[in-house]
Each structure stands twice: as C-alpha cells, then as structure tokens.
T-cell receptor, first 112, second 116 residues
Framework: DAGVTQSPTHLIKTRGQHVTLRCSPISGHKSVSWYQQVLGQGPQFIFQYYEKEERGRGNFPDRFSARQFPNYSSELNVNALLLGDSALYLC???????????FGPGTRLLVL | AQKVTQAQTEISVVEKEDVTLDCVYETRDTTYYLFWYKQPPSGELVFLIRRNSFDEQNEISGRYSWNFQKSTSSFNFTITASQVVDSAVYFCALSEPYSGTYKYIFGTGTRLKVLA
C-alpha cells in the first residue's frame, strides 16, 4: 500500500506570499495531522483533523489554517509568510486520532 | 505539562556496538503513549515502536529493544549490533488524550552516527 504522500516536495516563496501544502493519507486512514520541523529541532504540532473536523490546534498564529476533504486528504495553508516559516512541514495519517501516526516525506519550504 | 527530553544530542559508535538512546518524559495523564521514530537524511519520520502507559512489558524486536519504566518516566531505546544504515536522528515522542486531540510532543532528537 502507498504511504502518506505530500506535495510539493520543495517550495521557495518570498515574504508576504501565501502557500498551500497538500497531503494524501494512507488508504483507510481518516485522521491527518500537520507538524512543522525547524532545522535541528523536533516536529511541532500544528493541526489534527479527523473525519473532516478539526480536533486540535497547536500554538501557531492564525496565519496557519488547514482543512480536510471528504476523501480524507488535507491542505495546510500559510498566509503572509515570514522568514521564520522556513521549515520542513510534515503530514501524518492514522486510522483514528489515537492510533499510531505515519509520516510522509514532508515539504521543505524556504521563505526568502 | 507535557514534555520530552532527549539529553543526548549526538552519539557516535563503531559498527556492531550496542547503543542506547535515552528519553525522559513528563505527563499529567495516567493514559498516554510513547513512541520512537527514526529520521534519515531524506527527512521522512519512520515509525519504530509504540508503548501504552498501562503496558510496562519490555520487548525485543530484531535488533531493537526498549526499556519503559514508569517509576522514572523513562523510555529508552537500544539498538544491538549497530549498522551504518542505523545512522539517523532518532526522536522520542509522547501522546496523551487532551481536549479531544492526540497530538505528539517530540523531543529534540538524538543524532546517531554509526562508523564503519
């Protein structure tokens, strides 16, 4: 079975722009979570969705938003990009919110 | 408060040596889950093991083993007979039900270098 897929793999943006990152979960998984990993740090939780509803939100500004679609895929949107948003953005899927999360390869975002 | 501490920032070993990665956690709940993930240079987090707070039985899976001790809030991970392919950053993570979510709290990671 295919794992979690994310697109794009790499992205370069300038300050003030908007970005949309996409994630497709493992087949049969209904929960998607997003994490931000800054270089040299562990991933930080951004959002968790289950059955298209937001179930949790981390300590991130309102510039960050997400949604989950009926096919359980998900988008992460970041508005008004700042240099500090440069990071690896990881998507994880799980069968339900309490089951083990499996991660995708991530999207590397560079903000100039 | 939830917190995961990985005090070892980097460890170097020679191939075939055993290596133990330390993890200490803080949690406010009696029900929680602990994980180890491996992150090779490609960036993808690879799931290794999961333990539930109510199951302190320690196990061995191939070259991997773990030592879960609730009394000291530790969840250490051992690789036996290390190989060059084990070189990666290893993350310990904690998850507990809080306000309807099961977010993962990660430590800062331990970089393992296995030298040939």
């Amino acid at each position: 079975d295919a794992g979690v897929t994310q697109s794009p793999t790499h992205l370069i943006k300038t300050r003030g722009q908007h970005v949309t990152l996409r994630c497709s979960p493992i087949s049969g998984h209904k929960s998607v979570s997003w994490y931000q990993q800054v270089l040299g740090q562990g991933p930080q939780f951004i959002f968790q969705y289950y059955e298209k509803e937001e179930r949790g939100r981390g300590n991130f500004p309102d510039r960050f938003s997400a949604r989950q679609f009926p096919n359980y895929s998900s988008e992460l949107n970041v508005n008004a990009l700042l240099l500090g948003d440069s990071a690896l953005y990881l998507c994880a899927s799980s069968r339900s919110i309490q089951e083990t999360q499996y991660f995708g390869p991530g999207t590397r975002l560079l903000v100039l | 408060a939830q917190k995961v501490t990985q005090a070892q920032t980097e460890i170097s070993v020679v191939e075939k040596e055993d290596v133990t990665l330390d993890c200490v956690y803080e949690t406010r709940d009696t029900t929680y889950y602990l994980f180890w993930y491996k992150q090779p240079p490609s960036g993808e987090l690879v799931f290794l093991i999961r333990r539930n707070s109510f199951d302190e039985q320690n196990e061995i899976s191939g070259r991997y083993s773990w030592n879960f001790q609730k009394s000291t809030s530790s969840f250490n991970f051992t690789i036996t007979a290390s190989q060059v392919v084990d070189s990666a950053v290893y993350f310990c993570a904690l998850s507990e039900p809080y306000s309807g979510t099961y977010k993962y709290i990660f430590g800062t990671g331990t970089r393992l270098k296995v030298l040939a």
